[in-house]
């Protein structure tokens, strides 16, 4: 599986982006995805997740702020982001696991290259 990740840019603190995650191969719907995140400085850390059956789960920082979604007829997740705060300035990346829809980045299989997200104060 290849993911390609895109959407990122620079927006104004409290605005929204929509970050994509478009995967190749015939078996999409059978991955759970990921979203994670790393700060200039930090570890990655987990954003957001989608199992393959259809449940979301989402870092406390990000709850009701952020919205994982995934469409399996056009092999994309999405990660809509509202309200952005400076402190979600990071490169987001997508992954896939051919597991459950995990919190711990060691259990993703696969990886896009990531893109940047910047939130101005």
């Known amino acids: 599986v290849q993911l390609q990740a895109s959407g990122g840019g620079l927006v104004q603190a409290g605005g929204s982006l929509r970050l994509s995650c478009a995967a190749s191969?015939?078996?999409?719907?059978?991955?759970?995805m990921g979203w994670f995140r790393q700060a200039p400085g930090k570890e990655r850390e987990f954003v957001a997740a989608h199992s393959w059956s259809g449940s979301a789960y989402y870092a406390d920082s990000v709850k009701g702020r952020f919205t994982i979604s995934r469409d399996n007829a056009k092999n994309t997740v999405y990660l809509q982001m509202n309200n952005l705060k400076p402190g979600d300035t990071a490169i987001y990346y997508c992954a896939a696991s051919t597991g459950i829809a995990a919190t711990v980045d060691r259990l993703y299989d696969y990886w896009g290259q990531g893109t940047q997200v910047t939130v101005s104060s």
């Open positions: 191969g015939r078996t999409f719907s059978r991955y759970a």
